[in-house]
């Protein structure tokens, strides 16, 4: 699984930015997608997560109501629509994708893709 995120960008606070994320994979709706975050000097933390079918998301507390994750099972792409944005917001974003099955508050994930920057100035 090979997973390549995009979008990344400087937007000011209170802006919007999309991050996509395409994921190079035999049968794309096997797999369940998350994104995660890391700020600097700070640990990896989750974002958002869809299900494999994209039926189900799931959000964290501190994203909710401002970022949407929705997938594209016809190009094996994944989105984070990012509105709101707040300078606490800022940090490398990264994809992540793991077998289906699992709940999907459930965190671990086992492929990786390489972060994009987000920077949101106030």
């Known amino acids: 699984v090979q997973l390549q995120a995009s979008g990344g960008g400087l937007v000011q606070a209170g802006g919007s930015l999309r991050l996509s994320c395409a994921a190079s994979?035999?049968?794309?709706?096997?797999?369940?997608m998350g994104w995660f975050r890391q700020a600097p000097g700070k640990e990896r933390e989750f974002v958002a997560a869809?299900?494999?079918?994209?039926?189900?998301?799931y959000y964290a507390d501190s994203v909710k109501g401002r970022f949407t994750i929705s997938r594209d099972n016809a190009k094996n792409t994944v989105y984070l629509q990012m509105s709101s944005l707040k300078p606490e917001d800022t940090a490398v974003y990264y994809c992540a994708a793991r077998w289906k099955y699992y709940d999907i508050r459930d965190s671990t994930y086992a492929y990786w893709g390489q972060g994009t920057l987000v920077t949101v100035s106030s």
């Open positions: 869809v299900s494999a079918s994209g039926g189900t998301t």
């Open positions: 994979v035999r049968i794309f709706t096997n797999y369940d």
